[in-house]
């Protein structure tokens, strides 16, 4: 896939997560909403849209290429998040939304890299789970159960995905250098998290 073809790939991956982000922050259960977000994840394994959080977890089971295309895909993540945060913001729930986000925005801003860091690996292992699961299980009810437990998982237990984070701080109106470098660190720890389980799986298995 061409360069311009995996950005855009990654908007649309972007648009999916910050659409399950809009209904996350469109109720007030946090249990539906974190049931409610997996249509972000169905949407990016259903379509075989470029998630960063996704691809990252394969980094080391394919070549250079698939390693540089990474920050791409997550630039095009980051579009695509704020085209939907943009457009949440002209609806008439758009200033509860943005209220409701600016909560969880300040909530990583007042954090610490380090706590961030691990609630990024936290997270992807959780990531890691749900897409594997629904690439390798072979019955429909088991694919869509593995994204739902994943997806319920990372969210419930309050870890950090950096691509549901920049469609917060986008809605939210927050970002700034702190925010900037908030993500990055998230990145950072969804890298760590994401290759974690792959690489150990290879050990116990012998590389197969």
């Not at 070549?63 to 095009?76: E, F, N, T």
């Not at 920049?166 to 660190?185: D, E, H, P, Q, T």
């Amino acid at each position: 896939m061409s360069t311009a073809k995996t950005f855009v790939s990654g908007i649309l991956a972007g648009i999916s997560i910050a659409l399950g982000g809009v209904v996350f922050l469109a109720v007030e259960n946090k249990v539906l909403g974190a049931l409610l977000f997996t249509v972000g994840l169905f949407s990016v394994c259903s379509f075989g849209f470029h998630l960063f959080t996704g691809k990252v977890c394969y980094v080391f089971q394919n070549d250079k290429s698939y390693a540089l295309r990474l920050p791409v895909i997550w630039l095009g993540n980051l579009v695509g998040t704020g085209l939907i945060a943009f457009a949440a913001r002209l609806g008439r729930s758009g200033e509860a939304m943005a209220e409701k986000a600016a909560g969880l925005a300040a909530a990583k801003l007042d954090d610490s890299f380090v706590s961030l860091f691990f609630l990024g690996l936290l997270c992807n292992i959780f990531i890691y789970i749900a897409v594997e699961g629904y690439g390798r299980i072979p019955h429909e009810a088991g694919k869509y159960l593995a994204l739902v437990f994943g997806v319920m998982g990372f969210i419930l237990c309050g870890t950090e995905h950096c691509v549901a984070d920049m469609f917060y701080f986008w809605i939210a109106g927050a970002f700034s250098g702190r925010a900037v470098l908030a993500i990055l660190v998230i990145t950072a720890g969804n890298c760590a998290g994401g290759v974690l389980l792959p690489l150990l799986r290879a050990y116990v298995s012998g590389g197969k």
